[in-house]
């Protein structure tokens, strides 16, 4: 089991940055399939995007090419660098770990969930 502890996110304008982070604690990580997830306000908790132990990603269509993913398996870490950020983007972000080596993109592969950061774009 992988504990999760994630971080930075916060109130930016549209167009803005933010970067978030995820320490994870646990002999797993290196292995881990790692994912970013999150949950609007009413609206069910979806995919964003994961990256497993040797660096392949997956990203939803909605953050492909503002979104990157990144994970330092010395330091058990994972970021999400989140650039020219809409008002859609605003929710709450969990980062996730799942057993690997696969990738996969639905919240019942991902056995540990941190307890989220919310992401608010204003508009």
């Known amino acids: 089991q992988v504990q999760l502890v994630e971080s930075g996110g916060g109130l930016v304008q549209a167009g803005g940055s933010l970067r978030l982070s995820c320490a994870a604690s646990g002999r797993t990580f290196s292995s881990a399939v790692m994912g970013w997830f999150r949950q609007a306000p009413g609206k069910e908790r979806e995919f964003v995007v994961a990256i497993n132990w040797r660096g392949d990603t997956s990203y939803a269509d909605s953050v492909k090419g503002r979104f990157t993913i990144s994970r330092d398996n010395a330091k058990s870490t994972v970021n999400l660098q989140m650039n020219s950020l809409k008002p859609e983007d605003t929710a709450v972000y969990y980062c996730?770990?799942?057993?690997?080596?696969?990738?996969?993109?639905?919240?019942?592969?991902?056995?540990?969930w941190g307890q989220g950061t919310q992401v608010t774009v204003s508009s």
């Open positions: 996730a770990a799942g057993m690997g080596p696969l990738i996969a993109t639905i919240t019942s592969a991902f056995s540990s």
